[in-house]
């Protein structure tokens, strides 16, 4: 807090004029709930968020408190009222209002007493909120079914049921001048590199904003520090044991309140290909299903493009291919087509989100079949274009990562373009373009394209091939790791 803070006052009407000048309980604030009591002989005051404490735990320690006799109590009472009278484990105490403040609209229960200078915070927490449920966006059809909530300690938790491990640590900052969220970041003490640590705790504390409404995005975009790259740098899950995996292998997980997605840093471009379903099954069976995904991504990426080229450059075309080209011309360039197809699919996926359940997937069979079908037999779309969208379609929703599959899709645009204006020279241009901003790309001053660059043939065996666990002894060489090997102790 700053130095013009205002200390908690051992007369208790300062501390409640102060209450009642900066938060108004009642009427301006019908859920912030300003209850005076004795303890003791003594005056007091509880201040509490309804809404957010639990009161079956609330009303036994006020039972406890109210009984509490004044000789029990002095001198030294917010002592002694710790250690003898608040039958609860989560207490603790602060010395100015701001604090004070932070505390309560945070959740928590704050006791004041009359001649006290500190005051007594309780931690009753009990936020509405979901049970874990499997995540949309990552199922599997073998494994856990939970997944992270809203709730930040309960999404830790989760955490540590996975890791039992005394080296795993959990820091906790505060950051928002007005939505004071909490930000953990998790790591294990002797895996993770301290640079590594000690770079996305700097970030962290650096924020400067008045409040993170936006949760782990607007966090993402302060620790990123990269605008204007459409690759993302951290990975996002949702997955308990997806980040407990990536916090064995070195990497620092961060977790903010009111999100159920956390954040993985740091990562490269191939940790964004990875799905929890390749672990899931034998070593050859992810590796076949890892395989088809890989191929499923790089066709969403290049077949379009490609297949323009051929269209456009038919001297590249041996005989045998011939028939790849359109049946029909159209009076439309094949690339204005592509470009109107898929940000027609964009617009399909919009318009499925916003729609209600029930109907979400009959405007999708409407949109995408009838639609589809009635601007061939017009003439505006030439049958391949329609073809070639859907095999792109299906690449882009096999990917892992649903930010690496919407940068892909701007890298799509970008290929189509400038295949369909420059043709050979410009497909060429947009895959150096892309290349380059992959290779130039760090997360958190890591090196994004590992293992490509720096060039580490072992690693890069296991981008391709889901090698078994216990063959698997190394932690990734980029993350410098403290503890290098997984199996043997240290």
């Not at 996002?236 to 044991?241: I, L, Q, V």
């Not at 779309?381 to 969208?389: A, D, G, M, Q």
């Given at each position: 807090?700053?130095?013009?803070?205002?200390?908690?006052h051992?007369?208790?009407?300062?501390?409640?004029?102060?209450?009642?000048?900066?938060?108004?309980?009642?009427e301006?604030?019908?859920?912030?709930?300003?209850?005076e009591?004795?303890?003791?002989?003594?005056?007091a005051?509880?201040?509490?968020?309804?809404g957010?404490?639990?009161?079956?735990?609330?009303?036994?320690?006020?039972?406890?408190?109210?009984?509490?006799?004044?000789?029990e109590?002095?001198?030294?009472t917010?002592?002694?009222?710790l250690?003898a009278?608040?039958p609860?484990?989560?207490?603790?105490?602060?010395?100015?209002?701001?604090?004070v403040?932070?505390?309560?609209?945070?959740?928590q229960?704050?006791?004041m007493?009359d001649g006290?200078?500190?005051?007594?915070?309780?931690d009753?927490?009990q936020?509405?909120?979901r049970?874990?449920?499997?995540?949309d966006?990552e199922?599997?059809?073998?494994?856990?079914?939970?997944?992270?909530?809203?709730?930040?300690?309960?999404n830790?938790?989760?955490?540590?049921?996975?890791?039992?491990?005394p080296?795993?640590r959990?820091?906790?900052?505060r950051v928002?001048?007005?939505s004071a969220?909490?930000?953990a970041?998790?790591?294990?003490?002797?895996?993770?590199?301290?640079?590594?640590v000690?770079?996305?705790?700097?970030?962290l504390?650096?924020?400067?904003?008045?409040?993170l409404?936006?949760a782990?995005?607007?966090v993402?975009?302060?620790?990123?520090?990269?605008?204007?790259?459409?690759?993302?740098?951290?990975?996002?899950?949702?997955?308990?044991?997806?980040?407990?995996?990536?916090?064995?292998?070195g990497?620092?997980?961060?977790?903010?309140?009111?999100?159920?997605?956390?954040?993985?840093?740091?990562?490269?471009?191939?940790?964004?290909?990875?799905h929890?379903?390749e672990?899931?099954?034998?070593?050859?069976i992810?590796?076949?299903?890892?395989?088809?995904r890989?191929?499923?991504?790089?066709?969403?990426l290049?077949?379009i493009?490609?297949?323009?080229?051929?269209?456009?450059?038919?001297?590249?075309l041996?005989?045998?291919?011939?028939?790849?080209g359109?049946?029909?011309?159209?009076?439309?360039p094949?690339?204005?087509q592509?470009?109107?197809?898929?940000?027609?699919?964009?617009?399909?996926r919009?318009a499925?989100?916003?729609?209600?359940?029930?109907?979400?997937t009959a405007?999708?069979?409407?949109?995408?079949?009838?639609?589809?079908?009635?601007?061939v037999?017009?003439?505006?779309f030439v049958?391949?274009?329609?073809?070639y969208?859907?095999v792109?379609a299906?690449?882009?929703f096999?990917?892992?990562?649903w930010e690496?599959?919407?940068?892909?899709?701007?890298?799509?645009?970008?290929?189509i373009?400038l295949?369909?204006?420059?043709?050979?020279?410009?497909f060429?241009?947009g895959?150096?373009?892309i290349?380059?901003?992959?290779f130039?790309?760090?997360?958190?001053?890591?090196?994004?394209?590992?293992?490509?660059?720096?060039?580490?043939?072992?690693a890069?065996?296991?981008?391709?091939?889901?090698?078994?666990?216990?063959?698997?002894?190394?932690r990734p060489?980029?993350?410098?790791?403290?503890d290098?090997?997984?199996?043997?102790p240290?």
């Amino acid at each position: 807090m700053g130095a013009d803070s205002k200390p908690v006052h051992k007369k208790l009407d300062q501390n409640l004029g102060y209450i009642k000048e900066h938060l108004e309980p009642g009427e301006k604030n019908f859920d912030l709930i300003l209850k005076e009591i004795v303890i003791g002989g003594k005056r007091a005051a509880l201040l509490f968020v309804d809404g957010f404490i639990d009161s079956t735990t609330t009303t036994l320690i006020l039972r406890e408190l109210l009984k509490a006799r004044r000789e029990e109590i002095i001198p030294e009472t917010v002592d002694k009222m710790l250690l003898a009278v608040i039958p609860y484990v989560e207490v603790s105490t602060v010395e100015t209002m701001d604090n004070v403040v932070v505390e309560v609209l945070a959740g928590q229960m704050a006791l004041m007493i009359d001649g006290e200078d500190r005051a007594i915070i309780i931690d009753t927490r009990q936020y509405p909120g979901r049970s874990p449920e499997e995540p949309d966006i990552e199922k599997i059809t073998r494994g856990s079914r939970d997944g992270f909530v809203e709730t930040l300690i309960f999404n830790i938790s989760l955490i540590r049921r996975r890791i039992r491990d005394p080296q795993l640590r959990v820091e906790v900052q505060r950051v928002g001048q007005r939505s004071a969220s909490d930000i953990a970041i998790m790591y294990i003490k002797d895996v993770a590199h301290p640079q590594v640590v000690e770079r996305i705790r700097s970030r962290l504390s650096h924020i400067k904003i008045d409040a993170l409404p936006m949760a782990e995005k607007t966090v993402e975009e302060f620790v990123s520090r990269s605008f204007w790259n459409p690759f993302p740098e951290v990975r996002y899950t949702e997955r308990p044991d997806v980040a407990a995996v990536h916090l064995v292998e070195g990497h620092v997980v961060i977790l903010v309140d009111t999100s159920p997605s956390v954040m993985i840093a740091p990562v490269t471009f191939f940790h964004h290909l990875q799905h929890a379903e390749e672990f899931r099954n034998s070593p050859i069976i992810g590796t076949y299903i890892r395989w088809v995904r890989l191929l499923g991504i790089l066709l969403s990426l290049i077949l379009i493009p490609l297949w323009m080229l051929l269209v456009l450059e038919p001297q590249y075309l041996p005989e045998s291919l011939k028939f790849i080209g359109p049946k029909e011309e159209a009076a439309i360039p094949l690339f204005i087509q592509f470009l109107i197809a898929h940000f027609g699919l964009d617009l399909l996926r919009m318009a499925s989100i916003h729609t209600p359940s029930p109907f979400a997937t009959a405007l999708g069979l409407v949109g995408g079949l009838l639609i589809g079908q009635i601007a061939v037999e017009v003439g505006f779309f030439v049958p391949e274009v329609l073809l070639y969208t859907g095999v792109v379609a299906m690449g882009v929703f096999s990917t892992p990562s649903w930010e690496l599959s919407m940068a892909n899709r701007v890298a799509l645009i970008l290929l189509i373009l400038l295949t369909g204006l420059f043709h050979l020279p410009g497909f060429l241009a947009g895959l150096g373009l892309i290349l380059l901003r992959l290779f130039t790309t760090r997360s958190f001053g890591f090196p994004y394209m590992w293992p490509l660059l720096p060039f580490d043939l072992k690693a890069l065996f296991s981008i391709f091939v889901r090698r078994p666990v216990p063959v698997h002894v190394f932690r990734p060489s980029y993350l410098r790791t403290i503890d290098k090997d997984r199996l043997r102790p240290r």
